[in-house]
C-alpha cells in the first residue's frame, strides 16, 4: 500500500511512516522545508517537498498519483489570532480532499482533535475555540464528500511516553490522554480497514489492543448516493486540542 502522509514531519506522522515501512509500505511525508527530509528518511518514508499552506488542488493531486490511501496529520496548533484559524487546520485538508477526488484516491483518514466542532465553544482560551473550530469544520467537510471513505480520528491530550499498545476507541470515551505511539499505531490501524470510513472516533489510552480496538469499529460499507453526506457523527463538548 502507498500513503501519503501530509504533515510528515510531524511526531505521531513519524511514527506512522515508521510503522507503515515495518508493514511494507510505502509511505511519503510531505514536508515544508528541505532540512526535514532527513528525518523523514530516517523513519522509512520519502520526503516530497509542499508548503500545505500555499499548495493548489493540482500540485496535491501531483504528489497522490498512485496513492492508495492519504493521511492528513498536520496541524499547525494554536495561533495568534482568536477568530482567524491557520490553513494548516482547516483550509489545506480541504483543498488534499479535492486533489484526492481528482487523483482518484479514496481512503482519506483525518488527525483531528478531541472537542473539534464548528460550535465549539472555549471561552478560557479563544485561541483554543478557534483551533477546534477549525477542525471541526474540516472534519464536517471531508464526512460530507461521497468521493471519500473518510475516518476522522479525535486523540484527547498527547503523552511523551512509550505507548502501551492498549486504546479506547469509540465515538465518545469521555477525558483522557494517550501516547503520540498508540495514537499512531490507531492510524496505521485505520488506513488498513477502509470498512471504519465514515467515523468519527475518540481516542484514549485503555485496555483494549489497538487491532481489536479498530477491528471492532470496522463495519460493511454502506452505499452512498452523490450528494449525500457519509453517516458518521460528531462530539460537541470541546476537551483539549490535540498536535502532532
Known amino acids: ?23 511494507g509500505w510505502q509511505v511519503t511525508g510531505l514536508i515544508r522545508r528541505p532540512e526535514q527530509a532527513d528525518d523523514v528518511r530516517a523513519a522509512g518514508a520519502d520526503p516530497a517537498l509542499l508548503d500545505l499552506a500555499g499548495a493548489t488542488t493540482e500540485q496535491f493531486a501531483e504528489r497522490l498519483a498512485g496513492a492508495d490511501a492519504v493521511l492528513y496529520a498536520a496541524g499547525a496548533g494554536l495561533g495568534d489570532a482568536p477568530g482567524r484559524a491557520n490553513p494548516v487546520d482547516r483550509d489545506a485538508a480541504l483543498v488534499l480532499a479535492d486533489a484526492a477526488r481528482l487523483a482518484g484516491v479514496r481512503r482519506y483518514v483525518m488527525l483531528s482533535s478531541m472537542g473539534a466542532c464548528r460550535d465549539a465553544r472555549y471561552p478560557k482560551d479563544p485561541l483554543v475555540e478557534t483551533y477546534l473550530r477549525a477542525k471541526g469544520e474540516a472534519d464536517e467537510s471531508l ?14 491530550w498527547f503523552r511523551d511516553e512509550p505507548g502501551t499498545g492498549l486504546v479506547r ?60 453526506p457519509a453517516p458518521g457523527n460528531r462530539t460537541s463538548v470541546p476537551l483539549s486540542p490535540g498536535g502532532e
Open 1 to 23: 500500500m502507498h500513503v501519503v502522509v501530509a504533515g510528515g514531519r510531524g511526531r505521531v506522522a513519524l511514527a506512522v511512516s515508521g510503522l507503515g515501512a515495518a508493514r
Open 143 to 156: 464526512l460530507s464528500r461521497p468521493f471519500l471513505d473518510c475516518t476522522v480520528l479525535r486523540p484527547s
Open 169 to 228: 476507541l469509540a465515538e465518545a470515551t469521555g477525558a483522557g490522554e494517550v501516547p503520540r505511539a498508540d495514537v499512531a499505531a490507531v492510524l496505521v490501524a485505520l488506513l488498513a480497514t477502509p470498512a471504519t470510513a465514515g467515523r468519527t472516533l475518540e481516542l484514549v489510552s485503555g485496555h483494549t489492543p489497538v487491532d481489536e480496538a479498530v477491528a471492532a469499529l470496522a463495519r460493511p460499507s454502506e452505499p452512498r448516493s452523490p450528494g449525500l
